[in-house]
């Protein structure tokens, strides 16, 4: 079952245009998200987290939004640029004392176009 | 420096070989992690490592041994691999105890693993 959702397995975008990227999630007890960039043979990049007590984080051209009571949070990318384009995964911690496990999504993968 | 450093960045072995494969940080961080990734799919946790030692093993078989000699060195030996253990192997770190909420994993560059 999967817990953390992405349901656009890829997404096309102009460049300078936003680019928003979804994921839904089941499990009320996560308690903090955070998406990653990775270009294909390296490993995934941090690029912005939010807590649960929080419904909006900014970073430059990224913004996260969390809607709680929808169980759903986006990440804008703009403008968007070239160098954007990766598969793009969201991920959540569950909280559970010292759990360090994040649950994945199956990553969306995100092409900019010049 | 959030980086995280991972050699070899290929490695091809035989079924029968035995090899490991290293991660190093200096961030402080007291938790490690390996991972391992197939193509087109997330991360899939194997093992974490919080103070050197072993907290989570994800029922990984026993072909793979994890090590963390420091608090900044991670390896993780390979015998009698399966062709079907190939994939991108991950190391990441993180901080142990979290302020604010910060529990953002800090990936290497991965080892790219053939088994033949």
């Known amino acids: 079952d999967q817990q953390v959702k992405q349901n656009s397995p890829s997404l096309s975008v102009q460049e300078g245009r936003i680019s928003i990227l979804n994921c839904d999630y089941t499990n009320s007890m996560f308690d903090y998200f955070l998406w990653y960039k990775k270009y294909p043979a390296e490993g995934p990049t941090f690029l912005i987290s939010i807590s649960s007590i929080k419904d909006k984080n900014e970073d430059g051209r990224f913004t996260v939004f969390l809607n709680k009571s929808a169980k759903h949070l986006s990440l804008h990318i703009v403008p968007s640029q070239p160098g954007d384009s990766a598969v793009y995964f969201c991920a959540a911690r569950y909280n559970a004392g010292n759990n360090r496990k994040l649950i994945w999504g199956l990553g969306t993968s995100l092409a900019v176009n010049p | ?116």
């Open chain 2, 1 to 116: 420096d959030t980086e995280v450093t991972q050699t070899p960045k290929h490695l091809v072995m035989g079924m029968t070989n035995k090899k490991s494969l290293k991660c190093e940080q200096h961030m402080g961080h007291r938790a490690m992690y390996w991972y391992k990734q197939k193509a087109k799919k997330p991360p899939e946790l194997m093992f974490v490592y919080s103070y050197e030692k072993l907290s989570i093993n994800e029922s990984v078989p026993s072909r793979f041994s994890p090590e963390c000699p420091n608090s900044s060195l991670l390896n993780l030996h390979l015998h009698a691999l399966q062709p079907e253990d190939s994939a991108l192997y991950l190391c990441a770190s993180s901080q142990v105890v979290v302020r604010r909420g910060s529990y953002e994993q800090y990936f290497g560059p991965g080892t790219r693993l053939t088994v033949t």
